[in-house]
């Protein structure tokens, strides 16, 4: 790591104390693009990285709403406006209790180069609130959003920032918040995705971020002259990204065989075939239940709680071909990323956002196995959100067949870029060179043709 970058990972630390995520991810990417300031120095000498990793705008907001019983909740709202050099500010919605300014930031700053890799225009945001929704009533629910929205809908619009969905926030939050938003601003426009058919959204939306990780994971084991089927996969989360992934593989032939919620997994060894997933669907979506209640189903499933006394997640220590991350940040440190080496993985798929640690990332490198970081491999919910925008400027709907058709096409060129990008950089196979490089030099570019903004 040259001096130069060096100095500039310690500036990030001193001037945002208490955000581990955000230094992470800054210097996941720092790590990998020192070589592009050697060849290029104008990004340098422009300051293009200090002036990426510092948010275009920060908005932070009280969200007072009142309960069933009547008493007056609290919570703190946020948005993220990174960088708005390739358009307007996009990036999802997250409403957990674990929610921070740090994690909010490290997110839209892997928007930006996420978005970036789509070839789509589109910025990088984030944003949500500490508020959990589990246990919460639909009234408590939409009360909530319709506060969060009364101070939001003042700083986002279509051509502006347009949020979505992400962790706790699905089609019943953005529901709400969309008719929040259109109550006060009388208007009816794109300005969220992940929309309901009925009103704006685009077929696929739902399906897109599982979808477009598993078409990542194929298009890498191409590379290899390989594909899914007959592949056994670990799958953790059992949310919305969760669920498509799982129908995705059975779709291409494989098997899923794990599902995980905060409370604890599921190894399900004879697979999650379309009956159970649909089980799974109406668990989550609908009853807001726990993943327990599927071992309690199926007879074929263990379920094993979770033991934060351990270093590590059993999750990801059975035999299998693929795993596929998909429910928060860091649930991949580096014993884990062992376990999966001796148990014979070799294709990483990554369909929640830095779900590996640094000491994880490495040791995936270090095996040369084929990894897809989030960025590249998870951006097929963010591509089809940009086409949900662009039919909503149209006002015309697509098919689920052209939707589809074009999610399989941005994924097929995310993992081109990655594989160009990488070798013209000297790192042939290393996806994370390809994805932080290639989402970066556009960013870049555009930041210089506009000037000192
Ligand atoms: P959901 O809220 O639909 O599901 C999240 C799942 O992960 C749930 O099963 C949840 O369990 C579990 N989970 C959340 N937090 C934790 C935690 N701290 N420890 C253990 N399990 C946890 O979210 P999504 O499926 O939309 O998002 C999953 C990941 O994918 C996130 O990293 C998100 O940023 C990323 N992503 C999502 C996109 C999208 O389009 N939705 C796009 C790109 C990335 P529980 O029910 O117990 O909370």
């Known amino acids: 790591m040259s001096e130069y970058i060096k100095s500039l990972l310690e500036e990030v630390v001193a001037k945002n104390p208490s955000e581990p995520e955000f230094h992470q991810a800054v210097e996941e990417v720092a790590d990998t693009i020192g070589i592009v300031f050697d060849r290029h120095p104008e990004y340098r000498k422009a300051k293009v990285f200090e002036r990426i990793i510092e948010p275009e705008r920060v908005i932070m907001f009280r969200v007072p709403w009142v309960d069933d019983q009547g008493n007056i909740q609290v919570n703190r709202g946020f948005r993220i406006e990174m960088n708005s050099a390739i358009g307007p500010y996009k990036g999802g919605l997250r409403f957990h209790p674990s929610v921070n300014l740090g994690i909010l930031k490290f997110l839209a700053f892997e928007q930006v180069f996420k978005n970036s890799l789509t070839t789509l225009p589109m910025g990088g945001g984030k944003g949500g609130s500490d508020f959990d929704p589990k246990g919460k009533s639909d009234n408590e629910v939409m009360r909530f959003c319709q506060a969060f929205m009364t101070e939001l809908q003042r700083h986002i619009g279509p051509n502006t920032d347009v949020p979505a969905g992400d962790i706790g ?3 019943r939050e953005i529901g709400f918040l969309f008719g929040q938003y259109k109550k006060i601003r009388n208007e009816f426009t794109g300005v969220l995705t992940g929309k309901a058919l009925n009103w704006g959204g685009s077929l696929i939306r739902p399906e897109a971020t599982g979808y477009g990780a598993v078409y990542f994971a194929a298009e890498m084991l191409k590379t290899r002259g390989e594909s899914l089927e007959g592949k056994t996969c670990l799958v953790s989360g059992s949310g919305n990204v969760a669920q498509y992934t799982i129908e995705k593989i059975n779709d291409l032939g494989g098997k899923a ?13 004879q697979g999650i075939d379309k009956e159970k997933l649909a089980f799974i669907m109406d668990l989550k979506n609908v009853r807001r239940g726990r993943v327990k209640e599927y071992a309690e189903k199926y007879s074929t499933a263990t379920y094993t709680p979770v033991d934060s006394s351990l270093n590590h997640n059993p999750l990801w220590d059975h035999k299998a071909d693929c795993a596929f991350p998909s429910a928060t940040q860091n649930e991949i440190n580096g014993k884990d990323a062992q376990n999966l080496m001796n148990n014979g993985i070799y294709v ?39 086409l949900e925008m662009s039919q909503n400027s149209m006002r015309l709907p697509w098919s689920r067949e052209e939707v589809d058709r074009r999610l399989q096409e941005i994924m097929k060129n995310i993992h081109t870029t990655c594989v160009v990008t990488a070798e013209r950089f000297d790192h042939a196979g290393n996806y994370v060179v390809g994805a932080n490089i290639g989402g970066f030099l556009k960013v870049a570019d555009s930041m210089l043709d506009q000037g000192i903004v």
């Open 169 to 171: 926030v699905g089609g």
């Open 257 to 269: 065989v794990t599902l995980s919620d905060s409370t604890g997994y599921i190894y399900d060894p």
């Open 348 to 386: 990483v798929s990554e369909g929640a956002n830095m779900p590996t640690t640094i000491d994880g990332i490495n040791i995936y490198l270090q095996e040369k196995i084929l990894y897809g970081p989030g960025k590249a491999a998870n951006a097929g919910g963010v591509a089809v959100s940009g």
